[in-house]
């Protein structure tokens, strides 16, 4: 699982240190959140799902939303990192297209599910929800965007474009050959999308 490790539910009354606790708590969340979605979901779903009585749960976590949020902000925050460190893995321009698409690829199928609470989510009307979406989107555009303008001299509005453009595919055809049952085997699907990627991005000159 993204960010957070695969929990089992453990007989009630285990005793856990509390940083402990919360991740095992995070963990039986996102499994319910994932499954069933945020409506549909009941803390009492998350509770017997990790084991514990529903006074501790709401010892961490004041309610649903808070917990669905701190799920949220994890998981915003490992695509981040991901795109980051893909961008940061080396200096050839072509690879870094091709580790940025795998970053993504990698992302969504992750069988912990993640991906699903950040571009899935069935509470997009929740103003909170909304901007931690919206500013992933933008954080990830914006690392890939820095490099763009550094290497073409383009200005920013014109970088973060087609850096909004690259992540915007990069998210989508991941999502789609998720969906399609990974028909093509991950390695090659990120690979295609990255050629076509790369075909795009390099008839911008280095400057």
């Not at 980051?84 to 795998?102: F, G």
């Not at 990698?106 to 609470?117: N, S, T």
Request: glycine content about 6%.
């Amino acid at each position: 699982m993204t960010a957070i490790e695969r929990t089992e539910a453990r007989p009630r009354g285990t005793r856990l240190p509390r940083r402990a606790r919360r991740n095992q708590l995070l963990g039986a969340a996102q499994e319910v959140f994932v499954a069933q979605g945020y409506h549909a979901a009941a803390m009492d779903d998350i509770a017997d799902r990790a084991g514990v009585s529903k006074p501790v749960l709401y010892q961490h976590f004041p309610g649903k939303l808070d917990l669905y949020l701190a799920l949220l902000d994890q998981h915003c925050d490992a695509l981040l990192q991901s795109v980051r460190a893909a961008l940061e893995s080396t200096s050839d321009n072509k690879h870094r297209v091709a580790a940025t698409m795998d970053a993504y690829f990698a992302y969504v199928e992750d069988e912990g599910g993640a991906f699903r609470l950040v571009f899935e989510s069935d509470l997009t009307n929740e103003p909170a929800v909304r901007e931690r979406v919206e500013k992933v989107s933008v954080d990830c555009a914006e690392a890939v965007s820095e490099v763009i303008a550094e290497d073409t001299k383009l200005p920013r509005e014109q970088s973060m474009l087609l850096a909004m453009g690259l992540c915007g595919m990069a998210q989508i055809t991941a999502r789609f050959w998720l969906s399609s049952g990974r028909q093509i085997p991950r390695d090659a699907a990120a690979k295609l999308i990255s050629s076509l990627s790369w075909r795009g991005i390099a008839g911008f000159p280095m400057q």
